[in-house]
């Protein structure tokens, strides 16, 4: 079969289309032919090798953590699926054994790993990790559910637990992340506003419904969207971008608001004012992920048509390099999918 795989970090060209021997699923395994999946910002910090332990994998690896795939084959001890079955996948992987997983709160171990393998041909599936998928999902939806929408999830429904009553700013709103936010934020009833980088991109959420869209490049951001919600600002914030952002976001949020993160793709290292924080009485929830409590929760919305990723290019097994400096430059609107057929 086909896989492109790491064996080294290292920028784009570190990723080989090269042809392998087929898997054969363990005991508690699913061996799926992949129908799709999409590139992340995590594979990106993979292949660039961010010294996070959250992002160390063993070498050569095959990266990618999005699946739209057909069970082919069954380790012998699954029992709860059967060849033929439509299933992506729920990322995170708690290691059952530890003090919060024997406690129900399997969000919180420290011993998690994250699966990844999808840019291949077949991919190897804990069974444990896997969720069945109705076939009227289309596969460039479905493969960009996991990691956009699972931990959206966890942040929004989980962490900030929003509701009707709830004002929620999204940055980078035709991300993955963020479009899923936005997605999410409306399923609860939340009001939306968000924002862009591009005339394009800020047309893209405009068309779908978002009621306020703001340019993150230009000045009076934090101004607009203040006059936007009423003088208030919004009571959630959602940030993944880190540095370029967090500052704003501090300063937007409404008093008693709650900022919720789980990325920084523009750089982890932020400054803040505490005393701004403490005397507004903000909430600042750091989150990873989602369980598969989440999953389902987020498969029913999506099963049931109430989301519809942005999708904004479908290419091959070979382009996956090319998909890696696209999403990189941001020069795409929306998910990159990309299609092993
Ligand atoms: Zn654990």
Redesign the pocket.
């Known amino acids: 079969m086909r896989a492109v795989r790491i064996h080294r970090t290292g920028g784009p060209e570190v990723l080989e289309l090269e042809e392998i021997d087929e898997p054969i699923p363990g005991r508690r395994e699913l061996l799926v032919r992949v129908r799709a999946t999409s590139v992340n910002h995590r594979d990106i910090w993979i292949r660039r090798g961010h010294p996070h332990p959250a992002y160390r994998v063993a070498m050569p690896a095959i990266l990618g953590i999005d699946l739209s795939g057909d069970v082919v084959a069954l380790g012998a001890t699954v029992e709860d699926f059967s060849e033929g079955d439509r299933v992506t996948v729920c990322p995170y992987l ?5 003090t ?2 024997r406690r129900a709160r ?1 969000q919180y ?4 790993d994250v699966y990844h393998g999808t840019y291949a041909d077949l991919a190897i599936l804990p069974a444990r990790a896997a969720l069945k998928v109705a076939p009227h999902v289309s596969d460039e939806a479905l493969a960009s559910f996991s990691n956009s929408y699972i931990t959206a999830w966890q942040m929004l429904v989980g962490k900030a637990r929003v509701g009707p009553a709830d004002t929620v700013f999204v940055w980078a709103g035709t991300s993955g992340l963020g479009y899923a936010a936005i997605e999410i934020a409306r399923a609860a009833g939340a009001r939306v506003l968000a924002s862009a980088g591009t005339q394009e991109k800020i047309a893209v959420l405009e068309r779908r419904g978002v009621g306020l869209v703001v340019n993150h490049h230009e000045p009076g951001l934090v101004e607009t969207v203040t006059e936007g919600t009423g003088g208030l600002g919004p009571t959630v914030v959602f940030e993944h971008v880190g540095r370029a952002t967090w500052e704003r976001s501090l300063t937007m949020a409404a008093s008693g608001g709650t900022v919720v993160t789980a990325g920084a793709t523009s750089g982890d290292e932020v400054s803040m004012d505490v005393t701004a924080l403490f005397v507004k009485q903000l909430r600042i929830l750091g989150s990873r992920l989602g369980t598969m409590d989440d999953a389902l929760g987020a498969l029913g919305h999506l099963e049931a048509g109430h989301f519809d990723p942005i999708v904004g290019a479908v290419v091959g097994l070979r382009d996956v390099e090319r998909a890696h400096r696209m999403l990189e430059e941001g020069s795409v609107v929306g998910k990159i999918v990309v299609k092993p057929t």
């Open positions: 708690p290691c059952e054994r530890c919060f997983c399997p171990c420290p011993n998690f």
